[in-house]
């Protein structure tokens, strides 16, 4: 049963212009929600959160938006950049929980 | 501030054997997780800790994995014996665990092989 799901499994865009990942979940009890960036052999590192209180959080380059009624949520990369190629996974938690789903990861190449 | 320290980086073992993973987690972190991710899937949790008793382990293959938290600081986690299917890498991540705060710090994880 995979509770936090991301359709995408790469995606590839062109320098300067926007990166949009998705990921869609199913669990109705998950109030906070995490992206975390991993590049290759090393471990995955939070980038930015929201939680269902809100609809938008935006960091620098990084905006996440939340839609609960759809039960989705996208990250925007605005420019994109070289660096930011990576594999970029979606996460969950329920309230209280201190537990992490995470999705399957959407690999995203930014082309020069 | 040092991140979550891991060992070994990579391990490479015959079906049957044993193998032990350690973690040294962020400095003042009560919370403590131990993630499996298979290529091409995300990290699955295994087991998490709050200081040295185990939160959660519903996911934990028990008749062949095992973990612990010494002091409620480092942690290992042991696989005996080793199947095939637990070819992955394995994650350690820490947490301050305090209520409404939810990220974790993950160290870089140990690449397990299985032949």
């Known amino acids: 049963d995979q509770q936090v799901k991301q359709n995408s499994p790469s995606l590839s865009v062109q320098e300067g212009r926007i990166s949009i990942l998705n990921c869609d979940y199913t669990n109705s009890m998950f109030d906070y929600f995490l992206w975390y960036k991993k590049y290759p052999a090393e471990g995955p590192t939070f980038l930015i959160s929201?939680?269902?209180?809100?609809d938008k959080n935006e960091d620098g380059r990084f905006t996440v938006f939340l839609n609960k009624s759809a039960k989705h949520l996208s990250l925007h990369i605005v420019p994109s950049q070289p660096g930011d190629s990576a594999v970029y996974f979606c996460a969950a938690s329920e309230e209280g929980a201190q537990k992490l789903v995470f999705g399957q990861g959407t690999r995203l190449t930014i082309n020069p | 501030e040092a991140g979550v320290a891991q060992s070994p980086r990579y391990k490479i073992i015959e079906k049957r054997q044993s193998v032990a993973f350690w973690c040294n987690p962020i400095?003042?972190?009560?919370?403590l997780y131990w993630y499996q991710q298979i290529l091409g899937q995300g990290p699955k949790l295994l087991i998490q800790f709050q200081n040295n008793g185990v939160v959660d382990d519903s996911q934990l293959p028990k008749d062949r994995f095992s973990a612990e938290r010494l002091k409620g600081v480092d942690s290992t986690l042991k696989i005996q014996p080793a199947k095939l299917e637990d070819s992955a890498v394995y994650l350690c991540?820490?947490?301050?665990?305090?209520?409404?705060?939810?990220?974790?710090?993950f160290g870089p994880g140990t690449r397990l092989t299985v032949t």
């Open positions: 400095s003042g972190h009560a919370t």
């Open positions: 991540a820490s947490s301050q665990g305090l209520a409404g705060v939810y990220e974790q710090y």
């Open positions: 929201i939680s269902s209180i809100k």
